[in-house]
């Protein structure tokens, strides 16, 4: 701070002491050539020569840079790189804004002298694609990677994803597979071949890429748990037991379908719901009876309740005790009175069966309950009142009220 002010004031003194030297005494020049003559003061003497001095050595270093090839062909080069670069600037913003169509040719049109022509390539492909020119957009995708061949798995990704758009799942697949095996870890292939596997209904191709997905992160958790149980949920319902197997064979294959499916998942009640399913088609109900109870004794689940009750066991008399222990803590739910008294008819006790159905149509009316007690009371003898139950049901089915 010092120094600037002892700057500051010997500026101050030194421009003072010029100027009273000016007007103390400024002196002249004359100049003459042939009959012309020029007269000015020693200090405008002094000023014109340092500028013509000036002008002088910058227009020499002018022409010497110039003269330079090197120097002149850097000019033409930089000023060349930055009218294409402000080219891809205005096809990226084009791009953006969903301008597909200028947004192609802009880029296209700064791609040669581009710092990056493989950017400028990548994103006027994708531009063609999205402007439903699939074909300019491929051509764009071989001449990036004909020119680039570094650029060639970023290529390959692009074009994997017009497929895709394109619902060419097979192509896609095709050329996703072998990009995979070479690249195993590369996330945005993973995503891809995951994509397109469902898309297909693929699902015992995409269960065997779940490990790999899960592995190297290309899904977050929370998309992976949810792709996770929809994977096996289908597998789970597309089951078809082999006509070739003998029936233990086919309870076996539904058995390891099930461990196929990770241990964290086999309390997940869509998942045992799809078991159950798989489970009824071979005949295998008192193993599904035992999951069941398992289950639902760790956690209330109204639809495996609803779907054991469906069950017809070998020991109907342990469904109906498992069942009963819930009702002490669940007395009011209906889905579960009306598990009773499915199971009860089985036992046919017809009784305890009008006992449970009565209830669960008090708390929940419907057309289902109406009918079954109409079957109840016709299996006890009482036709008038099943013919009741019945007409209660239509009503209710065809929404007819009560007058």
């Not at 421009?15 to 009273?20: K, L, M």
């Not at 789970?236 to 964290?264: C, H, M, V, Y």
């Not at 222990?325 to 009860?344: M, N, Q, T």
């Amino acid at each position: 701070m010092r120094r600037l002010l002892v700057t500051l004031v010997m500026a101050l003194l030194l421009g003072a002491a010029s100027i009273w030297v000016m007007q103390s005494d400024s002196g002249y020049i004359l100049l003459s050539f042939n009959n012309t003559t020029v007269e000015m003061t020693v200090w405008v003497g002094i000023l014109l020569y340092l500028t013509a001095t000036g002008l002088g050595a910058w227009l020499l270093l002018l022409f010497k840079w110039l003269g330079d090839v090197g120097g002149l062909r850097r000019w033409w080069t930089l000023r060349r790189s930055q009218q294409h670069g402000s080219k891809t600037a205005q096809g990226l913003i084009l791009f953006s804004d969903h301008d597909w169509k200028q947004a192609s040719t802009m880029l296209l049109s700064g791609a040669d002298g581009s710092s990056m022509p493989d950017v400028n390539l990548l994103f006027a492909a994708r531009a063609a694609a999205e402007n439903n020119q699939i074909d300019q957009a491929r051509m764009l995708l071989e001449q990036l990677k004909v020119s680039h061949p570094k650029a060639k798995l970023l290529a390959d990704k692009t074009l994997a994803e017009m497929l895709i758009l394109e619902e060419q799942l097979d192509e896609a697949i095709q050329l996703l597979q072998p990009i995979a095996a070479s690249k195993p870890g590369d996330r945005g292939v993973l995503r891809l071949l995951s994509d397109t596997y469902y898309l297909m209904g693929d699902w015992s191709s995409l269960q065997k890429l779940l490990h790999d997905l899960n592995y190297y992160k290309a899904i977050n958790p929370s998309d992976m748990m949810a792709l996770e149980q929809d994977v096996y949920a289908n597998l789970l319902s597309d089951f078809i037991p082999n006509p070739e197997f003998t029936l233990q064979e086919q309870k076996d294959q539904a058995g390891d379908l099930w461990e196929l499916i990770p241990r964290r998942l086999h309390n997940d009640a869509e998942l045992i719901c799809g078991y159950f399913d798989a489970l009824q088609q071979v005949n295998d109900t008192d193993r599904v009876q035992l999951l069941l109870v398992k289950t639902i004794n760790k956690r209330w689940h109204p639809e495996l309740v609803e779907r054991f009750g469906q069950l017809e066991t070998s020991a109907p008399e342990k469904q109906l005790l498992a069942a009963e222990k819930w009702l002490s803590d669940h007395p009011e739910d209906a889905v579960l009175l009306v598990a009773l008294g499915r199971i009860c008819c089985q036992l046919r006790f017809w009784g305890k069966a009008r006992d449970y159905f009565s209830v669960a149509l008090r708390l929940q009316p419907s057309a289902d309950i109406y009918l079954r007690l109409a079957d109840v009371h016709a299996a006890m003898g009482d036709q008038i009142e099943s013919h009741n139950m019945y007409k209660q049901g239509l009503r209710v089915s065809l929404g007819v009220e009560d007058k």
